[in-house]
């Protein structure tokens, strides 16, 4: 509308790399949060695949799917439905937090946005 003279290029620069950051965090969560309860290695890379195929499936997909990759990488090692089930809160509960992150980003981003367009 204003031909970029209020948001230019370092502004748009800047809510890219946010854009950027937000996605990395997604696929980072639920891996650090079955990680940081102990899980296996097995566990943290089923969360993170899960956490890449749950897109696929919108919603549902975004948020069962790390809990359930988790818990099959887990199950596959220890062979203890518990400590599986362990791993797969985990790394909902790095998703939880992963999702409270985004959503302050999300308002920097509009912080930045409207603070450029106001000078």
Do not use: C, Q
């Not at 696929?27 to 940081?36: D, E, I, L, N, T």
């Not at 790390?66 to 809160?89: D, S």
């Amino acid at each position: 509308i204003d031909g970029f003279n209020k948001v230019g290029v370092p502004i748009l620069a800047l809510l890219a790399l946010l854009t950027a950051a937000v996605y990395a965090i997604d696929f980072a969560a639920g891996s650090f949060g079955a990680r940081h309860l102990g899980a296996s290695r097995r566990a943290v890379w089923g969360a993170a695949l899960g956490a890449i195929v749950g897109i696929l499936f919108g919603l549902p997909g975004i948020v069962l799917g790390p809990f359930a990759g988790a818990v099959l990488g887990e199950y596959t090692v220890r062979r203890k439905l518990g400590e599986a089930g362990r791993a797969g809160a985990g790394a909902w509960l790095g998703l939880v937090l992963a999702a409270a992150l985004k959503i302050a980003l999300v308002f920097a981003m509009i912080g930045f946005f409207a603070l450029a367009f106001a000078l």
